[in-house]
């Protein structure tokens, strides 16, 4: 007389070999291509802060293209940046 036995077949829920390391690179690529895409939206999005000197270079060079059509606008303008570069309210 013969005896048949079935053995249950376990699946392992965890990839081995290849398989597993090309998911494991492929986890690791989306990673790293997220964070990247992280920096770049962060650098684009945060802008640099001038430094009082700049900005009071950009209300000279400002006042500069309006003193021909307005000179005491821009003599205003260029008390207020002389103002801002120094300090003074």
């Known amino acids: 007389m013969s005896t048949t036995t079935f053995q249950p077949v376990r699946l392992s829920t965890q990839p081995s070999g290849v398989p597993a390391a090309l998911h ?3 986890l690791a690529t989306r990673q790293l291509a ?5 920096i770049s939206v962060q650098t684009q999005a945060t802008p ?13 060079r400002f006042a500069s293209s309006v003193q021909a059509q307005d000179p005491e606008f821009a003599q205003d303008l260029f008390a207020a940046a002389n103002r801002h570069e120094s300090g003074v309210a």
């Open 48 to 60: 640099r802060v001038k430094s009082t000197f700049e900005e009071a270079e950009d209300l000279r």
């Open 34 to 38: 997220h964070a990247l895409w992280q």
């Open 24 to 26: 494991a690179l492929w």
